[in-house]
């Protein structure tokens, strides 16, 4: 049995190992190896402590608990970019990453269910975010959600390599 909750800062260790076992997972095949091999758990712990702490953050953090501890994690805020030709207040998922062995048994459709409850909660009207191009699974994920490609593209390079990211939106 899985059941969300906000996050705590003693989760950080177990959300960044998520986090990078997820992305080295998610993103083998798109993202260069030496990248994904560079990710540690420690790195990202220091860093997720730093923005955790940090006063006046406006992002909302929830996890995905199992009898294993924090096995999901989503992220989300206010959007960090203008959305042209909308008025509505438009909030983003920043990240959503379950635990690769438990990818497609639904602990990603919840987390993201309670993110989109909370951004309603905020005030939100549209939920909008960033996901790889190539990143079928994803896409596809999100799609199923009720999210589609709104037409703006962002890149994002890593180890010199270009990648293409594509802004999916829905109505909360």
């Known amino acids: 049995m899985v059941r969300v909750r906000e996050m705590e800062e003693a989760d950080i260790e177990a959300v960044s190992a998520v986090r990078v076992r ?5 993103y083998a ?22 923005w955790f702490r940090h006063p006046g ?35 983003e998922v920043y990240a959503l990453y379950v635990a690769p062995d438990l990818i497609g048994t639904g602990i990603g459709r919840g987390l993201l269910t309670e993110a989109h409850a909370a951004m309603t909660g905020r005030g939100f009207e549209t939920s909008a975010l960033w996901v790889l191009q190539d990143n079928l699974r994803a896409r596809r994920f ?8 709104d037409g703006a593209t962002q890149d ?7 990648l293409s990211e594509l802004r999916y939106r829905r109505a909360l």
């Open 29 to 50: 095949g798109i993202v260069p190896q030496g990248h994904l091999d560079a990710m540690t758990v420690e790195d990202d712990a220091d860093r997720r402590r730093q």
């Open 142 to 149: 999100y799609e199923r959600a009720g999210y589609r490609a």
């Open 57 to 91: 953050r406006e992002s909302g953090d929830l996890v995905a608990v199992g009898d294993r501890g924090p096995v999901g994690w989503v992220c989300f805020g206010p959007s960090r970019g203008e959305v042209s030709g909308v008025t509505e207040r438009v909030g």
């Open 156 to 162: 994002d390079v890593y180890d010199d390599v270009t």
């Open 22 to 26: 997820g992305w080295q997972a998610a």
